[in-house]
């Protein structure tokens, strides 16, 4: 099965999406529809149609670089994308004040004094932060412009501290591969820092750690688990901790995690503006712990910021056909502070907007490669870049390159099959 072509009412309202690709192509030929958009490839209908839909839901997986959206629909995705956000709006707001600084020691002859006139309205979110929240609920939006979709839920932190209910005296049944049990180590992760409590390594695999051993009358409630690397893990044996030379951290493990699992600035801000623009009922917040859990457990998925929205978008015990293409989204500037001025700035004008009917950010290909142009040397030859990871892949002369997109409202989108491989 192909891909799904999205369907618009001739209001412009989403109906549900079709893979019943002649019959799109006959519409189209006969004008009974048109194309709004090549990618994702959406139509609008021309002639009235029952305005029927089903239930669309959506995930967000909300991160600082990159952000996974996908809706589902009768237990089948029907639309997965990455959208990558831009990471130099800090380095380009320091550019902006340098040449303002530069112009003002040149130009201005007396400004008044302005510092202290400054204010932070509530809410206020750093210029980097607020380009990817604005970024995220843009990308919402688009999903919502293409399908009728009902709930929205987005994952805001790694574990619910009101769940978790005090583990260390309750204990959460630790049971590897339950949701109980993924809460319950995503609540150690915080509470040991991510690190092994005895060699201090990081960004290795961790176990769940008795300190106490099971076998010696050690109990499963937090108080008596910490994080471990394996070869530590396996070097303890079947000692205690103290034992092992470490009581320290024996008594480190009784004290609980204060005040755990803060949601982000940025996270608040993305759920804040949802509600306010699309209505506080549709929107409905997550966990890291469930998704985790969803996707190894009941789905089966990789690990990709679009499987983890997949996962945040089904409910437990839902089982979901993945989709067969995802979209990669990455989001670019729609200007340049330097290279476009005026005819009375100080900076010569080099650089052209277009260059042989080539412009920046275009969707290409070229020897088999297919990427967006990221940027022009001296001597002529262009530069491709990957649409995900924004890395150089290839330096190639224009005459080469076939036009595949250009960029639409700030956005490089390039269709990608998905690749099959095994869940990790
Ligand atoms: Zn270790």
Redesign the pocket.
């Known amino acids: 099965m192909g891909k799904p072509i999205y369907v618009l009412a001739p209001s412009g309202k989403p109906l549900m999406p079709t893979h019943r690709h002649h019959k799109v192509w006959y519409w189209l030929r006969t004008g009974l529809a048109e194309v709004v958009r090549r990618e994702p490839f959406t139509i609008r209908l021309k002639c009235a149609t029952t305005e029927y839909t089903q239930p669309v839901t959506m995930g967000v997986d909300t991160g600082s670089h990159t952000v996974g959206v996908a809706a589902i629909a009768n237990e089948e995705v029907v639309c997965q994308a990455e959208v990558h956000l831009r990471t130099d709006v800090s380095r380009k707001l320091t550019q902006r004040r340098q040449y303002r600084r530069n112009r003002r020691s040149r130009k201005t002859r007396y400004r008044p004094a302005r510092f202290a006139n400054r204010g932070r309205s509530r809410g206020w979110l750093a210029p980097s932060l607020r380009s990817k929240a604005q970024a995220t609920v843009k990308a919402v939006h688009l999903l919502a412009s293409l399908l009728p979709v009902y709930q929205i839920t987005v994952e805001i932190a790694s574990f619910d501290t009101q769940k978790v209910q005090n583990p260390e005296i309750q204990g959460v049944e630790y049971q590897q591969g339950q949701l109980q049990g993924y809460l319950l180590r995503e609540y150690l992760l915080e509470k040991w820092e991510r690190k092994?409590a005895?060699?201090q390594?990081q960004g290795i695999p961790l176990q769940i750690e008795h300190l106490t051993p099971l076998s010696r009358g050690g109990g499963s409630s937090a108080s008596n688990l910490a994080i471990?690397?394996e070869?530590?893990n396996r070097r303890k044996g079947n000692q205690t901790a103290s034992e092992f030379g470490y009581p320290e951290i024996q008594a480190q493990a009784k004290t609980p995690l204060r005040d755990a699992a803060h949601v982000s600035s940025l996270k608040t801000a993305i759920v804040t503006q949802l509600q306010e623009q699309l209505g506080a009922k549709r929107i409905a917040i997550t966990y890291g712990y469930e998704t985790k859990y969803k996707r190894i457990q009941m789905l089966a998925l990789p690990k990709s910021h679009a499987n983890d929205a997949v996962a945040i978008a089904c409910e437990i015990g839902e089982r979901v056909k993945p989709a067969s293409i995802i979209y990669q989204i990455r989001c670019i500037p729609r200007g340049n502070y330097q290279l476009y001025n005026g005819k009375r700035s100080e900076h010569k004008v080099w650089a052209q907007r277009s260059l042989h009917g080539w412009k920046l950010y275009e969707l290409v290909e070229a020897k088999g490669v297919v990427g967006y142009i990221g940027g022009r040397r001296v001597k002529g030859a262009f530069v491709l870049k990957d649409v995900a990871t924004g890395k150089t892949v290839l330096e190639v002369t224009p005459r080469k390159l076939h036009r595949l997109a250009r960029p639409v409202q700030g956005w490089v989108i390039q269709r990608e099959e998905v690749r099959t491989s095994s869940p990790v």
């Open positions: 092994c005895y060699c390594a471990a690397c070869p530590c």
